[in-house]
């Protein structure tokens, strides 16, 4: 079963709009970590956002913000006043604690298009 | 902060030989290393994962007498790809993870052609 989806197979949006990217998980695991990671054309994963399952609140860094809500199993993930140099695909992922290895779950990416 | 080195970062082989994919981490002890492959325009799919003097454990799917898989010490930790076919032209791509640092540093990634 798919424990990490992410709807928007792809988001255009004009340099400086605010984008949004949803993220929902499935987990029976009651403690657990999300991320954000985004991968440019270059390939290699560039860290962006972790939170624990303990930890809902939400915080700004820069341009980046998320809403994590576990009521509704949602990890959305904010980019503010986009850049051109946003532009790539987006990957929500989860780990579950029970699992001993702390395998890590991807979606399916969103690709973000940034346009001048 | 932590790095993972991964060589080669491009490899074009022939059909029928073998490719060995090396991942080091430089200024940590990765105790678990993941290997994932990704197909264009695809999500990032586990392989195998491997603690460090374990044999590893393959995901459902991934044939483990063809993808080789060594983790012998806590810096090291390779893939072969053995008589490899152009069905196995991906993009592959290793993760660490270190026991007392709840994070994973991932490598740059290995692009494979197989032609």
């Known amino acids: 079963a798919q424990k990490v989806t992410q709807a928007q197979t792809e988001i255009s949006v004009v340099e400086k709009e605010d984008v949004t990217l949803d993220c929902v998980y499935e987990t029976r695991d009651t403690t657990y970590y999300l991320f954000w990671y985004k991968q440019p054309p270059s390939g290699e994963l560039v860290f962006l956002i972790r939170r624990n399952s303990f930890d809902e609140q939400n915080e700004i860094s820069g341009r980046y913000s998320w809403n994590f809500q576990k009521s509704t199993s949602s990890f959305n993930f904010t980019i503010t006043a986009s850049q051109v140099v946003d532009s790539a695909v987006y990957f929500c992922a989860l780990s579950e604690v029970s699992s001993n290895d702390y395998k890590l779950s991807f979606g399916a990416g969103t690709t973000v298009t940034v346009r001048a | 902060g932590a790095v993972v080195s991964q060589h080669p970062s491009r490899v074009i082989c022939k059909s029928g030989t073998s490719v060995k994919i090396e991942c080091r981490s430089l200024d940590f002890q990765a105790t678990t290393m993941f290997w994932y492959r990704q197909f264009p325009k695809q999500s990032l799919m586990l392989m195998a994962t491997s603690n460090e003097g374990s044999k590893a454990t393959y995901e459902q799917g991934v044939e483990k007498d063809k993808f080789l898989i060594n983790h012998a010490s806590l810096t090291l930790s390779t893939l072969t790809v053995t008589s490899a076919h152009p069905e196995d032209s991906s993009f592959y791509i290793c993760?660490?993870?270190?026991?007392?640092?709840?994070?994973?540093?991932f490598g740059s990634g290995t692009r494979l052609t197989v032609v």
């Open positions: 993760s660490a993870r270190e026991k007392k640092n709840y994070g994973y540093t």
